[in-house]
């Protein structure tokens, strides 16, 4: 399981959210396994002037937050960060103007579909430990 909200400045982010959210669900995938259907991603769109950043970012400056079960391995973790990285460049995006951060907590801290997490049957893995490219 994973969530995702994207933060940005509304000009800057809805004109490629749909290539955005393709891009972020891949990562996702290729990273976590997670299959196509589980795409959990909420964009909140804000104003220039309701966000605060340093001056080495753009107005493309995003931020990642990432909530999923804990579970999988640093290295997964990592290749999900860099996957991300590299892919969101396609659409414009510098480095510098993309965070993330991946927030883990364990499955009975979360509800779903009427019960505890630590009590779903799940089609995916959620221990995914690293695996060659």
């Not at 220039?48 to 579970?71: A, H, L, Q, V, W």
């Not at 990285?85 to 396609?90: H, P």
Request: glycine share 4%; proline share 4%.
């Amino acid at each position: 399981m994973a969530q995702v909200k994207i933060y940005g400045i509304y000009e800057s982010l809805k004109p490629c959210q749909k290539q955005f959210s393709e891009i972020l669900h891949s990562c996702l995938m290729d990273a976590l396994q997670l299959p196509e259907e589980k795409r959990f991603q909420r964009f909140i769109f804000m104003n220039k002037d309701d966000i605060y950043f340093p001056n080495d970012r753009s107005e493309r400056y995003t931020i990642i937050e990432i909530s999923m079960f804990e579970g999988r391995s640093a290295e997964v973790k990592k290749k999900l960060i860099r996957l991300i990285f590299k892919r969101v460049q396609v659409l414009g995006f510098d480095v510098n103007d993309i965070e993330v951060t991946i927030f883990e907590t364990p499955r009975s801290h979360w509800g779903i579909r009427g019960l505890p997490g630590d009590e779903l049957s799940l089609n995916y893995k959620v221990d995914v430990e690293n695996q060659a490219d």
